[in-house]
């Protein structure tokens, strides 16, 4: 087993042609090491890239960013954070369980007859402007195909928006969303759309399972398959390179006229997990 990953990883890197900031050590999420990583004012993580752009639904103005950046205020957990963290534990295993059937749990990595799960695989940043960083949910290694059917299916529906997509191989990126109410949001939130976004791009991962976390639905999990765009990264970019000169330049952004909406493809898996799982026996 230990074979299969180290052999997976050592590929994985190579593929990207560089080594993560802190490659392949265990991060405790939102602990110390977590924190001193992110730390520095002029980086944004991707889950505060929606709020610096001013994407739709982002759950901080930039203002109140800037003011967190700048050290003039703190940002404070709230009942749907603490809920999120606590529910994600159970979410990200009962994902498992449906992609890999048979696993060990090893609690950060997890091996399947026909895979590898890696479960909240460090923080990276961003190869070309250190400024941005993401952390991860998971990164799920497909080696034999479980979800090639899935695939095939966002293939035919896709119209023809992937054959820019050289970076595919085996990998998903893996996100687990925990809605507070327990029930599936009636459509994808353009924040976690432009969280996304910025996670492929910096993981060099086209493709993103979207996992939605239902315990009060008949279907536990909602999945949406995710695709990179590569136009919509620049401008994602563009408008979060302008929030960090406010940052630098000590003046508080403007309020933004109109709120932005991540223009990605994402398209909801009606029969998943279960025609996942059952495919893969």
Not at 69 to 92: C, F, R, T, V, W
Not at 110 to 130: S, Y
Not at 172 to 177: A, C, F
Request: glycine share 6%.
């Amino acid at each position: 087993m230990s074979d299969i990953r180290t052999d997976t990883l050592q590929k994985f890197v190579e593929k990207l042609g560089f080594i993560c900031l802190q490659p392949y050590v265990w991060l405790e999420q939102g602990g110390e090491l977590w924190k001193q990583l992110g730390a520095p004012c002029n980086r944004l993580g991707a889950s505060e890239i929606p709020s610096a752009a001013g994407v739709a639904s982002a759950y901080k103005s930039r203002a109140e960013l800037w003011r967190i950046k700048k050290g003039l205020q703190q940002s404070l957990s709230n009942p749907m954070m603490d809920y999120g963290q606590e529910a994600e534990h159970y979410a990200i295993l009962l994902l498992i369980k449906q992609l890999t059937g048979e696993v060990v749990v090893n609690e950060k990595e997890v091996f399947g007859q026909q895979c590898l799960f890696l479960w909240k695989p460090g923080r990276w940043i961003l190869e070309d402007d250190e400024r941005y960083a993401c952390s991860p949910d998971g990164i799920f290694f497909d080696n034999f195909g479980v979800l090639d059917l899935l695939w095939q299916d966002v293939q035919e529906r896709s119209n023809g928006q992937l054959k820019d997509h050289r970076w595919i191989s085996n990998e998903w990126l893996i996100e687990i969303k925990c809605p507070y109410d327990g029930l599936p949001y009636d459509a994808p939130k353009n924040h976690h759309l432009a969280q996304i976004l910025t996670q492929m791009h910096i993981m060099k991962i086209p493709r993103c399972l979207y996992v939605q976390y239902t315990p009060r639905h008949e279907r536990p999990l909602h999945a949406y398959v995710v695709l990179y765009n590569r136009f919509a990264w620049e401008a994602l970019k563009s408008r979060a390179d302008e929030f960090l000169k406010y940052v630098e330049s000590n003046v508080v952004p403007p309020r933004l006229r109109s709120k932005w909406h991540v223009p990605v493809l994402c398209l909801e898996v009606d029969d998943f997990p279960q025609s996942a799982c059952e495919d893969s026996n």
